[in-house]
C-alpha cells in the first residue's frame, strides 16, 4: 500500500524538491536581471507568480517531512 501511494504521490504532484530547485532557480535569475535592469510587466508579474509559487511548494514540503516524522 505504502509503495503505490508514493507512486500515486509522485505521478500527482510530482518531486516537490525538483520544483522547489527550479522555481529557486527561476526567481534567482530573474532577480539577478532587475538588478541589471528594470524587469518588464511580464517579467513582474512571472516573479510574483513564482514567489506564490514557491510559497506554496516550500509548504507541501514541510507537510511531506511532517507526516514522514509522524510515520517513525
Same mark, same amino acid.
Given at each position: 500500500?505504502?509503495? #503505490? @501511494?508514493?507512486?500515486?504521490? #509522485?505521478?500527482?504532484?510530482? /518531486? =516537490?524538491? @525538483? #520544483?522547489?530547485? $527550479? *522555481?529557486?532557480?527561476? *526567481?534567482? +535569475?530573474?532577480?539577478?536581471?532587475? /538588478?541589471?535592469?528594470? @524587469?518588464? &510587466?511580464?517579467?513582474? +508579474? #512571472? ?5 506564490? $509559487?514557491?510559497? &506554496?511548494?516550500?509548504?507541501?514540503? &514541510? $507537510? *511531506?517531512?511532517? =507526516? ?5
Amino acid at each position: 500500500m505504502g509503495k #503505490k @501511494l508514493r507512486q500515486w504521490n #509522485k505521478s500527482t504532484f510530482g /518531486d =516537490q524538491n @525538483l #520544483k522547489l530547485a $527550479d *522555481i529557486q532557480n527561476s *526567481i534567482t +535569475t530573474l532577480e539577478n536581471l532587475s /538588478d541589471v535592469r528594470p @524587469l518588464s &510587466e511580464t517579467e513582474k +508579474t #512571472k516573479l510574483q507568480g513564482l514567489n506564490s $509559487d514557491l510559497w &506554496e511548494v516550500n509548504r507541501r514540503v &514541510e $507537510d *511531506i517531512w511532517r =507526516q514522514k516524522s509522524h510515520q517513525n
